[in-house]
């Protein structure tokens, strides 16, 4: 059995679904498994590192979660789940298909249909590798052809800040930053439209750190699209601030400057308001000082990413949610949305399209929510009373923000 279902997960295998989970599992095995809650389980080949590999995909409740095998492990876990706690079991190998059940003694038989059609298979079209033409499938490791900087281009920047070798292979202990910089650049390449033309663009960075992404949004903007750009990255770090500047120096990109500074009193030195503000991760309230500077500049585009939002933790009380508010942790994480939600509204109420999306997968960070801002071509002005207001008094809330912005 075993051999057979090896032969369906060597070359020209497309993917494999287990669904339909059963009742009355023995938990032990299910744990043994890793399958305790698991809705639905897929399996499909991946290339990593040059080596062939199977990505298996639980889902569990609302998240999924992925784990790499080799062909004896995959096949054993296909194997194993056929009739226990999965009822169907299926793989496709190109046009065939096999399916595993197993007896109520817990005899596992496999059944072939050969030449199968896409149709025969109950799954969406995200779940094939290609759901029209049964050729091999893309295998290659978290689509990295799609991102904007390719593994194996060596970036003088990624290398010197330790992403990269001088090869241009991604170390692997840095590879979820790796992924990091290019979901945010995707970020910076889809609000690209809204940036001026036909003059330099100011772009202001709250808080950058040691400016990975700083430094990814310069390669792209200047080296890869062409823009006359100009960036200021701030940071309260002395320290970093003067690694950063002597990395933008060897790097040769002279319109990339770093400033020692706090966000509540920065002004720019020519006076020119920026076009695009950017904060990453400024703590709490630190965030709200960078909004209210760029809703007041009159920002073109904004990009945040909140950090350690305790403000309003302190100050929500609500007897009807109080199955929230008695418990510490979800009092925490429920005060932390709210707050991202509020500031989400205050900036529509600004005049700004906003939209609050994943930065990257809870799997890597939980500072994983990033607000993006793009101001509208029309701005209304702003309402005798915002909706966010019934929100705030409803949560005995007083958010920073509100008063920078409204409480003038």
Same mark, same amino acid.
């Given at each position: ?193 809204? *940036?001026? %033309?036909? /003059? ?6 709250? &808080?950058?750190?040691?400016?990975? @992404?700083?430094?990814?949004? $310069? ?109 510490? *942790?979800? %009092?925490? /994480? ?6 991202? &939600?509020?500031?989400?509204?205050? @900036?529509?109420?600004?005049? $700004? ?56």
């Amino acid at each position: 059995m075993l051999d057979l279902i090896k032969k369906y997960l060597s070359e020209g295998f497309i993917y494999a679904v287990a669904s339909s989970p059963l009742k009355n599992t023995d938990e032990g095995a299910l744990d043994a498994l890793k399958l305790k809650d698991c809705s639905k389980l897929k399996i499909k080949p991946v290339i990593l590192r040059k080596e062939r590999l199977f990505q298996v995909t639980r889902t569990i409740g609302p998240k999924e979660f992925h784990e790499n095998l080799d062909l004896d492990a995959a096949a054993k876990l296909l194997y194993s789940i056929a009739g226990h706690p999965f009822k169907n079991v299926e793989a496709v190998n190109g046009g065939d298909k096999l399916s595993l059940m197993a007896n109520k003694k817990g005899d596992v038989t496999a059944r072939e249909h050969k030449g199968s059609q896409k149709n025969t298979v109950n799954t969406s079209a995200k779940e094939t590798a290609d759901p029209i033409n049964w050729s091999a499938p893309d295998m290659s490791h978290n689509k990295i052809k799609q991102y904007l900087l390719k593994e194996g281009e060596p970036l003088p920047f990624l290398v010197e800040l330790g992403v990269m070798t001088k090869e241009g292979k991604v170390v692997a202990s840095k590879y979820d930053k790796f992924k990091q910089i290019n979901r945010y650049l995707e970020f910076i390449d889809d609000i690209i439209p809204a *940036l001026p %033309k036909g /003059r330099t663009v100011n772009i202001v960075d709250f &808080g950058c750190g040691k400016s990975y @992404l700083t430094f990814a949004m $310069y390669h792209l903007l200047v080296s890869v699209k062409g823009f006359d750009v100009r960036i200021t990255g701030l940071d309260l770090k002395k320290d970093v601030i003067e690694n950063c500047n002597a990395l933008a120096a060897k790097c040769g990109y002279d319109r990339l400057t770093f400033l020692h500074g706090d966000i509540a009193r920065y002004e720019s030195e020519d006076g020119k308001h920026p076009d695009m503000v950017v904060t990453l991760h400024a703590c709490d309230t630190a965030t709200d000082y960078a909004l209210e500077k760029a809703v007041k500049w009159g920002a073109s585009v904004i990009l945040c990413v909140p950090c350690c939002q305790h403000e309003l933790n302190k100050q929500i009380e609500c007897d009807i949610l109080s199955p929230i508010m008695k418990y510490g *942790l979800l %009092k925490e /994480r429920f005060a932390a949305l709210l707050t991202d &939600g509020l500031r989400a509204e205050m @900036l529509e109420e600004c005049g $700004y399209k906003t939209q609050v999306l994943e930065f990257i997968d809870m799997e890597h960070t939980p500072k994983n929510i990033l607000i993006r801002a793009v101001k509208r071509k029309k701005n209304t002005g702003k309402a005798d009373s915002p909706a966010f207001k019934k929100t705030e008094e409803f949560m005995h809330a007083t958010p920073t923000l509100e008063k920078l912005l409204f409480n003038e």
